[in-house]
C-alpha cells in the first residue's frame, strides 16, 4: 500500500452525528475528539510522516457562542491530555492559522506544547486552527507587500517558492492526500495552495464513526491513483525508469 508523506483531513460530520442521536452537538465534537486520537495512533503504525487535521475554521467563529466555547474547551483539555503522549510517540506538534484570535488558555498551552515537542521527528501533528486558506493567502500577500515596500524585493522577482515560504505551512510539505468526512464535496476555504495536486477522497462516513478501517480504505484507494502533476504517463513511467537507474 502506497503510504502518503502528507495527509491532510477535514473532519465533518461531529453535528449530524450527534443530532442523529438527539444528542447535542458537542458530543458529536467530544466523540470527534476520540477519533482524532485513535487516527493519530495509526497514522504513526503507519508510517504518515505529516497528519494536518482541519479543527477550527475561520469561519466557524461565526458559530453559536456556546459550541464555540464548548470547541475551544474540548481543544484545551485535549492539548493539556496530548502532550505526554506525544512526548512518548515522538510527535512534533504544529499548528496552522491566525492562532492569535485563539483565547490566550489555549494559545499559551499550544506555544508551549509546540516548544516542547519541536524535537520530536516521528511525525508532525499539524492542527489547521482559526485557519482559512484566503487569510493564510492574504497574510501571506500582505508580507510580500511590506517586503516590496521596504525595497528588500522586486515585484517581478516574486516566485511560487516566495508564496509558499509565506504561508503558514513553509516548513511542511504540500498534502498528498486530503480526506473529507461526511459526504459533501467541498474543500472549504482549506490548503487551497497547498492542495494544488493533492489526491481528493470523499467519504460519506461522519467523522465520529470514522475507524482505522475507513483509513485503511481510504490509502488503498489513495495507492490506485496515479499522480501525473501536470505530466502524461508515459513521462512519469520514463522518469520513475530513470529514477531506478540512476540508484543502481
Ligand atoms: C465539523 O463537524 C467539525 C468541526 C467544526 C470541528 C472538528 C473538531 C473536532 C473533531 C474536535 C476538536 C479537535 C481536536 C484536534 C481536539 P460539524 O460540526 O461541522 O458537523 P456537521 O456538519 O454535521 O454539523
Same mark, same amino acid.
Given at each position: 500500500?502506497?503510504?502518503p508523506?502528507?495527509?491532510?483531513?477535514?473532519?465533518?460530520?461531529?453535528?449530524?452525528?450527534?443530532e +442523529?442521536?438527539? $444528542?447535542?452537538?458537542? %458530543?458529536?465534537?467530544?466523540?470527534?475528539? *476520540?477519533?482524532?486520537?485513535? =487516527?493519530?495512533?495509526?497514522?504513526?503504525?503507519?508510517?504518515?510522516?505529516?497528519?494536518?487535521?482541519?479543527?477550527?475554521?475561520?469561519?466557524?467563529?461565526?458559530?453559536?457562542?456556546?459550541?464555540?466555547?464548548?470547541?475551544?474547551?474540548?481543544?484545551?483539555s485535549?492539548?493539556?491530555?496530548?502532550?505526554?503522549?506525544?512526548?512518548?510517540?515522538?510527535?512534533?506538534?504544529?499548528?496552522?492559522?491566525?492562532?492569535?484570535?485563539?483565547?490566550?488558555?489555549?494559545?499559551d498551552?499550544?506555544?508551549?506544547?509546540?516548544?516542547?515537542?519541536?524535537?520530536?521527528? +516521528?511525525?508532525? $501533528?499539524?492542527?489547521? %486552527?482559526?485557519?482559512?486558506?484566503?487569510? *493564510?493567502?492574504?497574510?501571506? =500577500?500582505?508580507?510580500?507587500?511590506?517586503?516590496?515596500?521596504?525595497?528588500?524585493?522586486?515585484?517581478?522577482?516574486?516566485?511560487?517558492?516566495?508564496?509558499?515560504?509565506?504561508?503558514?505551512?513553509?516548513?511542511?510539505p504540500?498534502?498528498?492526500?486530503?480526506?473529507?468526512?461526511?459526504?459533501?464535496?467541498?474543500?472549504?476555504?482549506?490548503?487551497?495552495?497547498?492542495?494544488?495536486?493533492?489526491e481528493?477522497?470523499?467519504?460519506?462516513?461522519?467523522?465520529?464513526?470514522?475507524?482505522?478501517?475507513?483509513?485503511?480504505?481510504?490509502?488503498?484507494?489513495?495507492?490506485l491513483?496515479?499522480?501525473?502533476?501536470? %505530466?502524461?504517463?508515459?513521462?512519469?513511467?520514463?522518469?520513475?525508469?530513470?529514477?531506478?537507474?540512476?540508484?543502481?
Open positions: 500500500m502506497q503510504i508523506n502528507h495527509l491532510a483531513i477535514i473532519m465533518d460530520g461531529n453535528g449530524r452525528w450527534a +442523529r442521536r438527539h $444528542l447535542p452537538r458537542i %458530543l458529536g465534537h467530544r466523540k470527534g475528539v *476520540e477519533v482524532v486520537q485513535s =487516527v493519530v495512533d495509526e497514522c504513526l503504525v503507519l508510517g504518515i510522516r505529516c497528519l494536518t487535521l482541519y479543527a477550527f475554521s475561520s469561519e466557524n467563529w461565526g458559530r453559536p457562542q456556546d459550541e464555540v466555547e464548548a470547541l475551544m474547551s474540548l481543544l484545551g485535549f492539548l493539556k491530555k496530548e502532550l505526554r503522549q506525544l512526548q512518548k510517540r515522538g510527535i512534533r506538534l504544529m499548528a496552522i492559522g491566525e492562532l492569535e484570535r485563539l483565547p490566550d488558555p489555549i494559545s498551552v499550544l506555544r508551549e506544547i509546540m516548544e516542547e515537542t519541536a524535537g520530536n521527528d +516521528r511525525m508532525v $501533528l499539524n492542527l489547521a %486552527l482559526s485557519y482559512g486558506s484566503r487569510n *493564510e493567502l492574504t497574510r501571506a =500577500v500582505q508580507q510580500i507587500g511590506r517586503e516590496v515596500a521596504a525595497g528588500k524585493l522586486q515585484a517581478a522577482d516574486i516566485s511560487e517558492e516566495m508564496i509558499a515560504n509565506r504561508l503558514d505551512t513553509a516548513s511542511l504540500d498534502p498528498d492526500l486530503l480526506i473529507r468526512t461526511s459526504g459533501e464535496m467541498r474543500i472549504s476555504n482549506f490548503m487551497l495552495w497547498q492542495a494544488a495536486y493533492s481528493l477522497y470523499f467519504t460519506d462516513t461522519l467523522w465520529p464513526d470514522f475507524s482505522r478501517e475507513q483509513l485503511h480504505l481510504a490509502l488503498q484507494e489513495y495507492s491513483r496515479q499522480r501525473r502533476f501536470g %505530466l502524461v504517463g508515459a513521462q512519469l513511467q520514463k522518469s520513475s525508469v530513470q529514477t531506478t537507474e540512476e540508484n543502481h
